[in-house]
């Protein structure tokens, strides 16, 4: 296959899914991972896809991918971040749990844990955890958006602002590499979200690596608002530099 028809190829696989790593690619295409970072930097010298660490995306500022390729992408990055996670969670410890693909993997690692209470803005996160019978999950009012199973909304967040809990573990759709600011597609998903981190005594934030440079529209606080960061891979230099100014805890996921 020549080199201007697997560029168009992969423009299409990268359009059909949202995000496509390098080894999917490679494979797909049985070419050496070498030549698809070299046909991804191509096409985003062109501004016809984005480059990301370990693949490439061309997703738009105003509208995310959708939940069911959401929850395959990056998943064994997620699996891994959620088990980190869970191992900093101590029995009976009360929690919020936003919404998002990697929240809802937080949610299965904690299924090992014994009496936690949990508040939470996900159906999706509630129905995993219902099985556990020492749980007491309580799922927040709201309007629930059909494609993903969230609940926002001014009574949303009145709901969450009743609560006081020892951690916040949020998703987040983007971080920007410039200034740290965490970015999603909902304004209503983000006031939810701000209230969580301001009722948490300790956040928690889940992001593999594909998260850093991508772009969404809607600006939630920052990175330094979280007291630990837990990624698949080291952050940009700048996203470093912050962490360490603002005395945020980063936890390497590998």
Do not use: W
Not at 45 to 71: L, P
Not at 81 to 94: D, F, L, M, T, Y
Not at 186 to 194: G, K, N, P, S
């Amino acid at each position: 296959m020549g080199q201007m028809t697997r560029q168009d190829q992969i423009i299409k696989v990268v359009r059909d899914k949202g995000y496509v790593s390098i080894e999917e690619l490679a494979a797909q295409f049985n070419v050496t991972p070498q030549t698809i970072r070299r046909d991804i930097n191509s096409l985003a010298d062109q501004n016809v896809i984005r480059r990301h660490h370990g693949g490439a995306s061309c997703e738009s500022s105003t509208t995310n991918v959708d939940y069911n390729t959401r929850q395959a992408l990056q998943l064994d990055a997620k699996k891994q971040i959620a088990k980190h996670i869970a191992k900093e969670i101590p029995n009976g410890a009360s929690l919020f749990i936003n919404i998002g693909t990697t929240t809802e993997e937080v949610a299965r690692a904690l299924l090992q844990h014994q009496n936690l209470k949990i508040i939470t803005n996900n159906i999706n996160v509630a129905s995993i955890l219902r099985i556990k019978e020492d749980f007491n999950v309580i799922v927040a009012g709201g309007t629930v958006r059909s494609r993903d199973g969230g609940i926002i909304g001014e009574a949303t967040v009145d709901f969450i602002n009743q609560f006081r809990v020892d951690y916040g573990i949020i998703g987040i759709s983007a971080i920007d590499q410039e200034d740290g600011s965490l970015l999603d597609y909902d304004y209503q998903e983000v006031r939810v979200a701000q209230s969580i981190i301001s009722n948490s005594r300790e956040v928690f934030l889940a992001a593999d690596h594909a998260k850093f440079g991508r772009s969404a529209m809607v600006r939630l606080g920052n990175i330094t608002q979280v007291d630990r960061l837990f990624s698949d891979a080291q952050p940009p230099k700048s996203i470093r530099a912050l962490l360490k100014e603002h005395s945020v805890k980063f936890e390497l996921c590998e």
